[in-house]
């Protein structure tokens, strides 16, 4: 059920980035604008997964789950009235972040389920939820070709019954600990761990990345390889399906090697695959090739991350922890479409941005070899 429940709101929350190609000519909006719509309902649901682990942390995800998920359903049609203001639509933006805070619900409810040497596959398939992104890219453009109006009453009816079903059927753990320290103070120890911020910077670049290609992929193949708008989304469902079968993956065999370990292979066998798209290879078949390399690589990083986080983090901080990784890799989302809208606006050309990528992927690469491989799984 968390898994569902993650897809769904993840499908939410990537509602406009598949449509904002059509955005762009309707609203008549540079590059950069399109890429500023597409990363605000990004920025939000990063940041807000901070408050949204912790409450998970005090009040279950029995509660927080079907809340969240029905509130989202208010700026899921508050898209249908605003759709030719760009101001409204930023502003709807905002609100649909919500639908990206659920990582962080369903993270602690699956961790305190599992004994730690089964939880990094558990998180994992918990993680395939972010194939949300993959059925919004897939199903919204065909979906809109319909109606207008209709994705947005599909996803709110879906999340709806997700709500309902959620409320009877999820479960917290009976004997979980229940912290009973305030907000502001869980939130300060968790980011007085130094563990906290090295697993963001990792899961910045890993789960980042694939959050920066899901809501800007589409954008790009259809600037760079003029492909149209459902052509493109296809596409781009491709690279976050590829995602999606991959994390359970990182997550798998982070159970059987150190999670590190996983990581600082999953990140260099990405950044290798950015070089070569940063040549603009044709898209048959060196950039296809590339790009679902790149898929691979980026998502059993995000896996191995969070096997991490499971094993290393106090049971009672886990959502806390959560909460403060997750945001990092939200927002390790919502930098790179800007990059890319601003870089092509200036240059012309997406080369310099897929450079950047595998400079940080190969950081990240050497830092978890030769730091993160050093901290031992704790019972």
Known sequence: MATVGFTLTFWAWNLIAPLSGDYKERLELSSFQQSLLVAVPVLVGSLGRIPAGALTDRYGAKLMFPLVSALTI??????????????????VGFLLGLGGTTFAIGVPLVNSWFPP???????????????????????????????????????????????????????????????????????????????????SALYAIGFGGIVAFGVYLPTYLKTWYELG??????????????????????????????????????????????????????????????????????????????ALVAQVTPQPQVGSVTGIVGAMGGLGGFVPPLVMGAIYSSQGSYSIGFMLLSDLALAGCVYAYGRMRNIRPTA
Request: with cysteine; aromatic share 8%; hydrophobic share 55%.
């Open 117 to 199: 040497a089964g939880r990094g596959f558990a998180i994992g398939v918990f993680g395939m939820g972010m194939g949300g992104v993959a059925l919004s890219g897939f199903f919204t453009p065909r979906i809109a070709e319909r109606g207008d109006n209709l994705p947005s009453v599909i996803v709110a009816i879906a999340l709806a019954v997700f709500a309902a079903l959620a409320a009877v059927t999820i479960t917290d753990r009976p004997d979980r600990p229940v912290p009973t320290a305030s907000l502001g103070h869980r939130l300060g120890q968790a980011a007085r761990l130094r563990v906290t911020w090295e697993l």
């Open 229 to 306: 708008a459902t052509d493109a989304g296809t596409k781009a469902a491709g690279f976050a399906l590829m995602t999606v079968v991959f994390r359970p993956i990182g997550g798998w065999a982070s159970d059987r090697i150190h999670p590190a370990l996983v990581t600082a292979a999953a990140l260099g066998f990405a950044a290798l695959w950015a070089i070569v798209q940063a040549f603009d290879p044709p898209l048959y078949p060196g950039g296809t090739m590339a790009l679902l390399c790149m898929a691979a690589g980026l998502g059993t990083a995000s896996g191995s991350v969070f």
């Open 74 to 91: 208010v700026p899921v049609l508050l898209l249908i009235p605003v759709r030719d203001s760009y101001a409204a639509m930023l502003a």
